[in-house]
Structures are given as structure tokens and as C-alpha cells.
């Protein structure tokens, strides 16, 4: 309740100038231009005189007013006056610990939120968002005077105060909180904003109600300002959970700031004056400016590199007008000055989920030390410091700003993990699985791109795999995946993915597709998560039935219950034990059978047969060798029994294929091998698109499933060779076949 706030006087700290609050030093300086003291301790008291003339503004909110109109020039000024005569007059008599009147708070909170340029609807809702829940103030009173839009917004902050932060009520309670505020993302920036200056003044609390707030604030609150992109609040509260969960290591911290800060050099400065002469020879207009670290970036950077140097407390910012004048800032400097090249990233082609863009580089200077620079527009700044917050007002109609370049509107209320977040807590089984799949998603810090074939990008947490990217882009439609290729190689389902991979996914046409429990193992976003609990809550399985077809363990046709025989007919028997070890070893010998194919050695009178480890068929590339008997055998060229033979000093001989092979109208005999990944149907469907080609199924046999991956390996008669082309490309065809070959591939020769 943000009425127990009083200011805190823990050691170390320094004066905000917002709020006359104690907060940590430069926690939120260098983002702020520079204003003249505000002291809300007089605002209050000039409050409790009553409000202003009708005609004009009252002075309490002169300092809300000057940062509005600062991002807002032509903004209609009455709601403000209005809402805070309100809100003055319902909070009059009402006292925060610190002995303030209460309407300081919904002043700080707004003035906040003005400053990183929301516009006036949401300003407005700021004032008045406590008066519902602590003053005789209604809801349909708050409609009446200011509009549903503002009424929306109280209500749903009212409904976010009211949320109970105990172990016991968080899953219920913080989904109902969240469906209150994915309607409209700005009910969370107020909830942010408010937390904020709560924190800023949360020192007369017991310290285990500090600590418990303090967590709350860590585990939730500041990654939702992380995802809905505004940094301004995340690293202030980052800063004000450090010194408090963390003194005597924010202690530390503070001493190597105030150390640095009467260092005689300044490295930054120095390299960002040389920046700026680099930019004004090559006609780039830009601003050159130092940012120094908040108190946990440079506590995080301190752990990382150890010492800190005069470089590592800050980074240098330079701002530009124009999107093509980025690339052109970070051609000069790295022309001019000498590149990190592995600190290189572009957050401009492929934004962050989160809205951000910049380009990231770094550059070295003679004595080692490597400066950090962040190259962005102004409008990128301004995103990046408020996120959400500095998009505007969602139901205006778009400024070009706001539009991309096809036309389609940059939603401010819906950025894209915002959408998904609410599509995760209407699918979600219960609210404790909504809430530990929540969790696990706020614990990731970082995220990576990866790419489709299309060109398009997805956004996924680090550590997350082939079955996350699924469900990030088909829904619970990826229950019917059955495999992936990665980079343009085929990849299993848990292969983890890399920032910067293309992933092809492979779906399944069998409308009995499932997902398999065992992609529970592999999954890491809410949503994959999520889908699959869904579906498995939806088809229990009794004990020792299998865990879904995509799995390969469903169907007796499923090729995952062990390995099969086929006969000539295609009908399957299931192999015996020593069957399975054979076949999952070797290629298939096949049976004796006459072949009509004919092959002539460069021996006279010399019986030649075709070797059955690689089954050579016309137009193979062949060779030969003398065995017992003088017979020749002839193998293709790339077979490993080749190799071995060369190896071994045995002589080849020369074949070729006969003139009645060479026509191709005689059978032949061959044999194939069908990677696939397992699903119900898939053995009786190849062997139907065997036999719509015309081939005879001589033997098969396929392996037992290994990571949901099933290897088919067929010995077929085909009538005639140059039916061979069209014969693979069926069975590739057939759904979960991803790859066909000979026996014996012609990388095994060396």
C-alpha cells in the first residue's frame, strides 16, 4: 500500500532530486535533463490550501505540466487540472507515514511517467489512480467526468493493487492482475511508475517487509519493465532492490563509483571528444554523450572483468537523425579507431522483443582499455529509455512514426511478448502452470533471433530448442512437427538453438499427429510449455502406454515399437532381438534372386556379379575386383568396401555396364535407406508409395527409434533402373521422410 511509504536514510545514499527521496547516487541522474528542485513535501502543503481557480493550473502540478508539454507541445491541458483537483480534494486529509499528504504520491507517480513522455490519457488515469480504492470516488464517477478510456485505466490499476503478493496467492491472483493489464499496456506502466516511487521511499518498513517487497520487485516487476522496454524504471528499481538486498555488495559498488568520479583523467571523455571530431570531418550531425553505468551494471561488469578501469564505468551514446546515419557512424569509427569486432551487434535490422534498437560496438584505445558505444536515432532513444510508455496513445490514429514501412501499425499495447503472454494465460491448464512457466520466462535475461526460410525472425529465449521454435511459430499447430533442419542440416527437435540459426521446421500432414511427453524435457518458453501440458492434460494415457505419435511409440504402423520385417507382400512382422542388432549395424544382404541387370568386366570370360553391400545399379560410376573363382564383383565407386580393398593392395578391374543395362529397360536390384521421424502410419505409407512405383520389396528392415528418429532400409527389385529417380522422390515425399539414399553413401570412400 503505497501510503506506508515513508523516506529511507540508509548510508550511502544521495538526495533524488525528484522526490526529495533517498536513493542511490547516480541511480537515475544522468537520464534527466536537468530541472530545479521539486519538493513535494511544499506541493503537499500547497495542497492542503485547496485547489486553484477553475481558470487556470493549480501550482502543485507546474512541474508535471513543464515535463508533459516537453514531449507533448500541443496537449489539452484541462484533463490534468481536472483529475488533480480531484484527486486533491478525495485525498484530502489522507496522510502517508512520513507525515506528507497523500496526494505527493499520485504527484510523484505522474510526474514519472511524464517525464518519459506518456501522453495526457495516461497522466491523467496517473492522478487518479488511487482515488477509487481510497476514497469515496467511483468508478462510474471517474467515467462521467474523464471517459471510459480513463476509466479503464483507474480500474484496471485499482485491480493491480489489490493483488496479494504472498507465496500462497501469487499464481491466481498475479494471472488475474495480468488480464487486467494486457488489455492495455499502460495499467502496467502506472503499476511500474508507482512501484518506483514506493521504493524510493520504502526505508521506515521493517526490514523483512523491505526484503519481501524488495523480492517481489527483483523476481516480477523489473523484468516486466524489461520486456515492455522501459529501461528508465528497470535500472532505477534494479538499483533501489540492490541496496537493499544487497548492502554491504551496493556499498562496494558505491565506493568505486565515488573513486572514479575524482580520478584527474577521464578516458570516456576523451575518446568521446575524439568521436566527435571523427563525426564532424566525415558530415555525420551527431551527439556524443557519456552514460555512465547504473550501480548494477557497473557491480556486474566489476564481476566479470575483475578490475575496473576508467572505461568500464560508462558507455558513450551517440545520437543521429536518421536510421542510414547509424551505419555511416559506425563505418567512420570503425574506420578511424580501432573495433572490437566481437562486441558488434545490430538490434536495428533485428529489434529486440522488447522494442529496443541500437547498434552495440566497442572500440580500443592504446592502452588497452575498451570503450562500449551504443549508435541509435533520437526516436530510438526515446523507445529505449520508455518502451511502451513513449509509443503514445494506442487509440489515436498512427503518426508515420508510428506506422512500419508496408503500412502496418506499430501497436503500443501490444508488443509482441506482451501478445504472447496473454495468449499463454488463456491457454494455460491451471494457474500454477501459468504462473512456473511465467517465472521460468522472467528468469531469462537474454534472448536470441533466429530465422526461418521465409526470411521472417523469431525471438526466443537463450537455451531454447527446435520445439520452442515450433510453438513460437505455429501454435499449437507444431503438435504435428516431426522434425527440423538447422543451418540446412537436419537436427532433432532438442537441438538446442544459436542466435542467428535458420530453422526450417518440418510438419507432419497426418491429422493424428501428437506431441510426445518427452518434448516437455526440451522445452523452455511459456508457450511450448503451455500447448503441450494442454493437449497431455486433454489425452491422459494410462501407464505404459506410449507418450504420442510424434514421438514415434503410437501406432503399430508407427515404425517406434521396435524394429519390423517386411516381406515381398509388405506385410510386417515384428524382428527378432538379433534381427534388430544385425540391421541396426549393416545394410540387408539380400536374398538370392536373379537380377537382369548385366554388367561386363574388362576380363574375358570372367563371371561378374553385383556386389550386394552397395547394390549398383545403371548409370552408378563402377568398379571392380577379382574374388574366388575368378569372378568380378562390382561395387560403385564409393562404396567403404572399396576403400578397404585398395587399401589392402588388391588390384581393380575395370567394368562398365552392358548394352541391355545401358538402355535401362532391364530390372535391377537396390537398396535404400529412409531416415524419418516416427509417427503412426509411416511404415504402411512407404511401402504403399514403394508399390505405386512399381518396386518389389525384396527385404526391409527398420531400426529401433533413437531420439525420435527411425531408419527404414529396403532392398527393392525395381523393373527397370531409370525408375530409380522417380522411386526416391516418392518415398521422400511420403509425410516424416526427410532424407533417402543408397546404402553405402560415397562418403565412406577415401
Known sequence: MSAEATNPASPGAVTDPLTSAVTPATAAAPRRRSRPRIDLRRLGRAALLGPAARDRLPDAISHVVDAHRAHHPDADLEPLRRAY????????????????????????????????????????????????????????????????????LVDG??????????????????????????????????????????????????????????????????????????????????????????????????????????????????????????????????????????????????????????????????????????????GELHTCMTPVVSEFKDFIAVPKFNLYQSLHTAVARPDGQIAEVLIRTHRMHKVAEAGVIALGNPYAAPSEEQATADGERVDPTRPGWLSRLLEWQRAAPDPDTFWSTLREDLAQDREITVFRPDGGALGLPEGATCVDAAYAQYGEDAHACIGARVNGRLATLSTVLRDGDTVQLLMGQDPASEPSREWLEHAHTPAARIAIQRWLAAHPVSEGEGGGGASGATGPDGAAEGARVTDGAGEATPASPAEQASTAAHAPTPTAQAVSVTAVADRPGAAVRLAGCCTPVPPDEVTGFAVRGGVVTVHRVGCAAVARMKGSGRAEVGVRWGEAAGSQTTGCRVTLVAESFGRPHLLADLTEAIALEGAEIVSATVEPPSQQRVRHTYTLHLPEAARLPALMRAMRNVPGVYDVSRAQPTASAH
Open 85 to 152: 483537483v480531484l484527486a486533491e480534494s478525495s485525498h484530502r486529509g489522507q496522510m502517508r507515514k512520513s507525515g506528507e499528504p497523500y496526494i505527493t504520491h499520485p504527484l510523484a507517480v505522474t510526474l514519472i511517467l511524464a517525464e518519459l513522455g506518456a501522453e495526457t490519457t495516461t497522466l491523467t488515469a496517473s492522478l487518479l489512480h488511487d482515488t477509487v480504492e481510497d476514497t469515496d470516488v467511483t468508478l462510474d464517477q471517474v467515467g462521467e467526468q474523464f471517459g471510459e478510456e480513463v476509466r479503464y
Open 157 to 330: 490499476v485499482t485491480k493491480l493493487e489489490k493483488v496479494d503478493y504472498g507465496a500462497a496467492a501469487e499464481p491466481e491472483t498475479f494471472r488475474k492482475m495480468l488480464v487486467a493489464t494486457g488489455n492495455d499496456v499502460r495499467v502496467m506502466s502506472i503499476k511500474l511508475a508507482d512501484r518506483l516511487h514506493n521504493m524510493r521511499t520504502l526505508g521506515v518498513m521493517r526490514p523483512e517487509k523491505q526484503a519481501r517487497i524488495a523480492k517481489v520487485t527483483r523476481d516480477v516487476l523489473i523484468p516486466l519493465a524489461e520486456r515492455l522496454g522501459v529501461q528508465a524504471l528497470k535500472t532505477e528499481l534494479e538499483d533501489l532492490v540492490f541496496a537493499i538486498l544487497h548492502p554491504e555488495e551496493y556499498e562496494h559498488t558505491r565506493e568505486l563509483i565515488v573513486e572514479n568520479a575524482t580520478r584527474a583523467d577521464d578516458p570516456l571523455a576523451e575518446i568521446a571528444d575524439e568521436m566527435r571530431a571523427v563525426l564532424r570531418e566525415a558530415g555525420i550531425p551527431a551527439e556524443v554523450l557519456i552514460r555512465p553505468r547504473h550501480f548494477v551494471s557497473v557491480h556486474r561488469v566489476s564481476r566479470k572483468r575483475g578490475r575496473l578501469r576508467g572505461a568500464d564505468f560508462g558507455r558513450i551514446l551517440v545520437l543521429v537523425n536518421e536510421d542510414a546515419d547509424c551505419y555511416g557512424v559506425l
